[in-house]
């Protein structure tokens, strides 16, 4: 039997709120040649379809 780490959280997490500077830098890393989406999005501990969201907005 293999033992697994289990992380157990107690306190309720609120969203987080990003500035659009934060939400630029974000879509600019997105933008950049070679770049993934998925790769961009756990370097800023966000979730991949907030990329293309945030992407969609500020790229109109």
Not at 28 to 41: D, F, K, R, S, Y
Request: with cysteine; charged share 25%.
């Amino acid at each position: 039997m293999t033992k697994t780490e289990v992380e157990v959280i107690t306190s309720e997490q609120r969203r987080r709120h990003w500035s659009r500077a934060d939400k630029e830098r974000v879509v600019a890393a997105a933008l950049q040649p070679g770049a993934t989406i998925l790769g961009v999005a756990r370097a800023f501990g966000v979730h991949s379809s907030q990329v293309f969201r945030w992407r969609q907005q500020l790229c109109k």
